[in-house]
């Protein structure tokens, strides 16, 4: 496992955009997949998007297909999901998770062994 944390979260009004940034302690994402995730209040933690560090194939939840963008930058150091025209609906704490699997794609949390503790993004109308 590896001790990872975002950041980024925050408010904004419906349509605007926001960029969640992941690190993991000590090491870079090399070898590694990750993907974020989100927990709406009452509702069951979800998988938004995914990307694969060896060939940099991704996958993105359906609500979210066109809106956001999950990439790798700093070197691998740092995963990011680029989060534009927002709405209420992505009001949500956002994590990232991490896998040494490093072709995995995928949005199913039992695939991921490293959490972080998480992020508030706030969408307002």
């Known amino acids: 496992e590896v001790q990872l944390v975002e950041s980024g979260g925050g408010l904004v009004q419906a349509g605007g955009s926001l960029r969640l940034s992941c690190e993991a302690s000590?090491?870079?994402?090399?070898?590694?997949?990750v993907a974020w995730f989100r927990q709406a209040p009452g509702k069951e933690r979800e998988g938004v998007s995914c990307?694969?560090?060896?060939?940099?194939?991704?996958s993105y939840a359906d609500s979210v297909k066109g809106r956001f963008t999950i990439s790798f930058g700093n070197g691998k150091r740092t995963a990011y999901l680029q989060m534009n025209k927002l709405k209420p609906e992505d009001t949500a704490v956002y994590y990232c998770?991490?896998?040494?699997?490093?072709?995995?794609?995928?949005?199913?949390?039992?695939?991921?062994?490293?959490w972080g503790q998480g992020t508030q993004v706030t969408v307002s109308s």
């Open positions: 998770a991490a896998s040494p699997r490093s072709l995995l794609v995928s949005l199913k949390e039992p695939d991921f062994n490293s």
């Open positions: 000590g090491i870079t994402f090399d070898g590694y997949a």
């Open positions: 990307i694969a560090s060896s060939d940099g194939w991704t």
